[in-house]
């Protein structure tokens, strides 16, 4: 039976077949084109999530230039005054609304405690003090430690009074404040409750930790903390309210915050902000690779940024193209005729989808650049050749060209070549690094330089690959121009003060004076550098002369009460021990309050001023003493003219009784004694006129033990019967060259001296020694004023006492005029030894102290020659008879009768006359008449030289002989001109007289 094939089954067959491959192939597209559209809904999710990062990076960095901002304003500055760091931190808060509070932690030494304590209380009207967070959580009284963490500044103040003096080393965040300190640079802690923050609702916030060093010079001490305490979840979500987070579930988390888990730090979903609600979010899965993650350096903490993607952004996302792809395939299969239609009504669907898809990613493109374009830094986006291919209108400013001439060109068609070379030799270390890195770069354009800090780093595809180079940069040209402006200033400020005279410095007005600044000029003016000032090794007070101190500081503390100007003078003590006179002059400041903060000035080394001054001083006593000592020559030499007038009485008159006294007469004896007497006070009135400068003592070789035994022969009856005198005398002493005289002078004002120490006391005893010995310089250091004298032989004269003895200040006085511990002085005393001893070039040696009486000694040159015979009566013989006429002229009547009548008992016609004028009167009436003139040197009217004058005028022949009180020496040189033929020193003796006059007229 022959086979027969239906044609219905086998149409059935094909149609199934058809049917069956139409649908696999509808199958397959439809598969195809579902998997195509999620690929383009997570790429679309990717391009969101990146841009989502990239903002996050770029607010947080914001945030992170703010705090260096904060501590660049104060970098340099010796001390931060609250008021600076309000106004600085009040126009950071308002820039940025995720600020809690912006805070000053300062590291201060226990020393440093109360006086911090003290000045923050004055300054903020309130107690101030260091409070530490106990067991319970409380803040209490902070223990005594080696160190502190104060918390002393903060803004906003309101609200955060309490946090003032909170010692943060037993805070949360003391561990990153130690890393900030070890390391040097920014810490941010982990998420922490703030304190002013309650409620379920409450937000946590991180702190930037920023170490602040003492100047600007990176490896100086760190002196504190700049912290920023930012709401963290106002911080994150500002990158948010920035840019859609449409289709973005995002999740930023800390790995490092101790726990178990990773802690939640924001989340928005979509949008919303699920934790400021208070509501439970559930952690996205930490390894899904259709996941976007990314990581947050920042102060040394990551922080873990997860986006996925919003599953009802996804269901939005996905179109009905499969389906209808899979219908239009059946539709085919079943009816071509409707194919061809289905087919340009799919095409027309895909169209407009891919338009609004194109408008979408458009205004995405378009917001994003709005975003780089109000951005303040210069943002730039490279290829791999350097050519740019996204910039912001920052960018075009700096370039000063549209955005269309500068895409596709490099740095080499913008810059200068230099600085080009170096933008692409930076931009290939970043590349080749493939990580973020930092510059400071300097570009010209259009004569304009400007300097900017670039971050720059790679943009990295799918494959983990770089495709791009993105640049963020911030021009810092004004703040470099600031810095150094302000370099300069300081320069010049240092330079100045380095050339005045002196030192300038600003201290505390504490005990110990401690400095805040000092000048180079402390070197010089201490022996210290200044930096041991301001380190504390060293301190003005300390080097201030005790002495001085308290009045150092009642000066300035005066000064500081009536708030003016200060300037007083003390001494210091430099490192080499040497004293020093210091000029200071200065003013206090104070802060709004009142209270004094420190003071400043300048101190100037016046000490040659001082010593020129204590000279002027010595100058001036020095003429005021020579002074005295002209005007008591003055005195002395007309108290010695007057009483040598009288002596010369005494003695003629003695003269003329013993002619008519018989030898044998008792009374002879008497007027022996008269006579002595007399010539004793005729050698006291020779000293006088010395002392005066009108007489010249002689000098000769003197025995001194026989001048000490005739001398002291006339004072056992002057010193009291209390005092025992012994004499002590070596009669084989050599000669000494000297004037009897003033030796004899010497010789009374000791033993005088002595019996005045003595007084009333019974038992006193004085001995006057004479020795000889050698004297050598080791001698002479210990004589008084230290004389330099010739080493050799010396004659020694030593008077000792057991009287009451002087202390110091006593002996340094005793050889002043006049001076003298009695009620009553007796003259030259003292003085009138020291000025004789010197002029015979000896030595003068004291000793004596308080009840145990004193010693005088003197050593006077040994010369050589037989010693003058002592002094003796002169010869009573009587002398041959006078024949002439003598004219005597003296305005002394005693003198003038007296003479007068010695010379008509030895036979000479007299002619007396009372003063000069009645000489020349009595002359011209009887010159023929006259033999021999006698004249006085010293008369009232016309004088003895103004007569001598008048006489050679009248061309007198007659000899003619002067009578003086002066020496024959100086007299004679003044009057040997006029015509003198002879001289007699008054007061003179009868005898010398008459054998002078006699000479003559023979």
């Keep these: 039976?022959?086979?027969?094939?239906?044609?219905?089954?086998?149409?059935?067959?094909?149609?199934?077949?058809?049917?069956?491959?139409?649908?696999?192939?509808?199958?397959?597209?439809?598969?195809?084109?579902?998997?195509?559209?999620?690929?383009?809904?997570?790429?679309?999710?990717?391009?969101?999530?990146?841009?989502?990062?990239?903002?996050?990076?770029?607010?947080?960095?914001?945030?992170?230039?703010?705090?260096?901002?904060?501590?660049?304003?104060?970098?340099?500055?010796?001390?931060?005054?609250?008021?600076?760091?309000?106004?600085?931190?009040?126009?950071?808060?308002?820039?940025?609304?995720?600020?809690?509070?912006?805070?000053?932690?300062?590291?201060?030494?226990?020393?440093?405690?109360?006086?911090?304590?003290?000045?923050?209380?004055?300054?903020?009207?309130?107690?101030?003090?260091?409070?530490?967070?106990?067991?319970?959580?409380?803040?209490?009284?902070?223990?005594?430690?080696?160190?502190?963490?104060?918390?002393?500044?903060?803004?906003?103040?309101?609200?955060?009074?309490?946090?003032?003096?909170?010692?943060?080393?037993?805070?949360?965040?003391?561990?990153?404040?130690?890393?900030?300190?070890?390391?040097?640079?920014?810490?941010?802690?982990?998420?922490?409750?703030?304190?002013?923050?309650?409620?379920p609702t409450s937000e946590a916030g991180v702190i930037f930790i920023l170490p602040v060093f003492k100047g600007s010079v990176e490896n100086s001490p760190v002196v504190g903390f700049v912290e920023s305490v930012f709401r963290v979840q106002t911080m994150l979500s500002q990158a948010h309210h920035l840019s859609s987070s449409e289709g973005l579930r995002s999740f930023y988390l800390d790995h490092e915050s101790g726990t178990a888990l990773p802690t939640l730090l924001y989340a928005n979903l979509a949008g919303q902000e699920p934790l400021r609600d208070g509501l439970r979010v559930e952690l996205p899965s930490f390894d899904n690779p259709n996941d976007f993650s990314d990581t947050i350096e920042i102060g040394g903490r990551q922080w873990a940024l997860i986006i996925t993607m919003d599953p009802a952004w996804a269901r939005r996302q996905n179109s009905s193209q499969p389906a209808l792809m899979l219908g239009a395939g059946i539709a085919i299969t079943l009816l071509l005729a409707l194919f061809i239609n289905s087919l340009l009504q799919h095409t027309d669907r895909v169209e407009r989808a891919v338009a609004v898809r194109t408008a979408q990613l458009r205004e995405n493109e378009a917001r994003f650049q709005s975003i780089l374009d109000h951005s303040p830094a210069l943002i730039f986006v490279k290829d791999l050749a350097g050519g740019y291919v996204l910039l912001n209108q920052q960018f075009e400013?700096?370039?000063?060209?549209?955005?269309?001439?500068?895409?596709?060109?490099?740095?080499?068609?913008?810059?200068?070549?230099?600085?080009?070379?170096?933008?692409?030799?930076?931009?290939?270390?970043?590349?080749?690094?493939?990580?973020?890195?930092?510059?400071?770069?300097?570009?010209?354009?259009?004569?304009?330089?400007?300097?900017?800090?670039?971050?720059?780093?790679?943009?990295?595809?799918?494959?983990?690959?770089?495709?791009?180079?993105?640049?963020?940069?911030?021009?810092?040209?004004?703040?470099?121009?600031?810095?150094l402006e302000l370099q300069e200033k300081r320069r010049q400020l240092s330079n100045l003060i380095s050339q005045l005279p002196g030192a300038?410095?600003?201290?505390?007005?504490?005990?110990?004076?401690?400095?805040?600044?000092?000048?180079?000029?402390?070197?010089?003016?201490?022996?210290?550098?200044?930096?041991?000032?301001?380190?504390?090794?060293?301190?003005?007070?300390?080097?201030?002369?005790?002495?001085?101190?308290?009045?150092?500081?009642?000066?300035?503390?005066?000064a500081i009460q009536e708030r003016r100007n200060f300037e007083t003078e003390y001494r210091i003590t430099q490192r080499d021990g040497q004293e020093k006179w210091l000029l200071v002059r200065g003013r206090p400041f104070y802060d709004e309050s009142g209270v004094i903060r420190f003071i400043e000035g300048l101190a100037i080394d016046v000490t040659a001023l001082k010593h020129a001054e204590a000279e002027k001083i010595a100058f001036e006593r020095n003429l005021q003493e020579t002074q005295k000592l002209e005007s008591l020559g003055v005195l002395a030499g007309g108290i010695a003219h007057d009483f040598n007038n009288l002596l010369t009485a005494i003695l003629g008159y003695a003269s003329l009784l013993r002619y008519t006294v018989p030898p044998a007469d008792s009374s002879n004896a008497h007027l022996e004694q008269i006579e002595n007497a007399a010539r004793r006070a005729a050698d006291l009135c020779s000293q006088m006129l010395a002392y005066a400068g009108k007489g010249k003592l002689s000098s000769g070789p003197i025995d001194l033990s026989l001048l000490v035994r005739d001398t002291t022969s006339l004072l056992e009856v002057s010193i009291g019967k209390q005092c025992e005198l012994t004499l002590q005398l070596d009669d084989a002493l050599p000669p000494i060259l000297g004037d009897a005289t003033q030796l004899r002078q010497i010789v009374m004002n000791l033993v005088i001296n002595g019996a005045d120490a003595i007084g009333e006391r019974t038992g006193g005893k004085i001995t006057v020694t004479t020795f000889s010995r050698h004297a050598d310089a080791a001698v002479f250091r210990s004589a008084l004023h230290q004389p330099k004298l010739t080493p050799g032989p010396y004659v020694g004269l030593e008077v000792r006492d057991n009287g009451c003895g002087m202390p110091a200040e006593t002996i340094a006085r005793i050889f002043e005029p006049f001076f003298t511990t009695k009620f009553s002085g007796r003259g030259l005393g003292l003085s009138a030894v020291l000025g004789i001893v010197q002029s015979h070039h000896g030595a003068l040696f004291i000793e004596s102290q308080p009840n145990q009486g004193s010693t005088f000694r003197l050593l006077l040159p040994a010369a050589s020659g037989a010693p003058a015979e002592s002094a003796k009566s002169k010869s009573t013989t009587t002398p041959q008879s006078l024949r002439g006429t003598i004219l005597v002229a003296d305005d002394e009547e005693t003198v003038r009768l007296m003479v007068g009548k010695v010379l008509r008992q030895h036979g000479a016609i007299v002619l007396l006359a009372e003063n000069g004028s009645q000489a020349l009167e009595i002359y011209r009436q009887q010159q023929d008449q006259i033999d021999l003139i006698l004249l006085d040197l010293t008369m009232p009217g016309l004088s003895g030289e103004e007569i001598l004058l008048q006489l050679k005028q009248l061309k007198a022949r007659q000899k003619i002989v002067l009578m003086s009180g002066y020496s024959e020496q100086e007299t004679m040189q003044r009057c040997a001109e006029l015509g003198v033929d002879g001289f007699i020193s008054k007061p003179f003796e009868i005898f010398t007289v008459i054998t002078k006059l006699q000479s003559l007229l023979s």
């Design 1 to 199: 039976m022959p086979r027969f094939v239906f044609p219905f089954t086998s149409r059935r067959g094909t149609l199934g077949l058809i049917v069956l491959l139409g649908s696999l192939l509808s199958l397959l597209v439809w598969h195809h084109a579902r998997v195509s559209e999620r690929g383009r809904i997570h790429a679309e999710f990717l391009r969101r999530a990146q841009a989502q990062a990239s903002l996050a990076h770029q607010r947080l960095l914001l945030y992170e230039e703010m705090v260096y901002s904060l501590r660049g304003a104060f970098v340099g500055q010796n001390e931060v005054s609250r008021l600076e760091f309000s106004h600085v931190t009040r126009e950071l808060l308002e820039r940025h609304t995720g600020v809690q509070a912006l805070e000053w932690v300062q590291i201060v030494k226990d020393e440093e405690r109360d006086a911090l304590e003290k000045m923050a209380s004055s300054e903020l009207g309130r107690p101030f003090n260091f409070k530490h967070r106990n067991e319970a959580g409380e803040l209490t009284v902070a223990p005594r430690a080696e160190e502190y963490f104060v918390l002393t500044y903060i803004e906003p103040l309101i609200g955060n009074e309490p946090a003032l003096g909170y010692d943060l080393t037993s805070a949360p965040t003391a561990h990153e404040m130690a890393a900030a300190r070890r390391e040097r640079k920014l810490q941010v802690s982990r998420a922490i409750r703030l304190v002013q923050s309650t409620g």
């Design 504 to 558: 300038a410095f600003r201290c505390l007005f504490d005990e110990k004076l401690t400095a805040l600044f000092a000048s180079e000029g402390m070197l010089q003016l201490t022996g210290y550098a200044a930096d041991e000032f301001t380190s504390g090794r060293v301190h003005m007070a300390s080097l201030t002369v005790p002495a001085d101190r308290p009045m150092v500081r009642r000066a300035v503390g005066m």
């Design 397 to 483: 400013k700096l370039c000063a060209r549209p955005c269309a001439a500068i895409k596709g060109r490099t740095d080499r068609d913008l810059f200068p070549s230099a600085q080009a070379e170096t933008h692409l030799a930076n931009d290939r270390q970043v590349l080749a690094a493939g990580r973020p890195m930092e510059f400071e770069e300097v570009t010209e354009v259009n004569g304009k330089t400007i300097t900017c800090i670039v971050q720059k780093f790679p943009l990295l595809n799918a494959e983990g690959q770089p495709y791009a180079l993105c640049g963020i940069a911030t021009d810092i040209t004004e703040r470099k121009q600031a810095e």
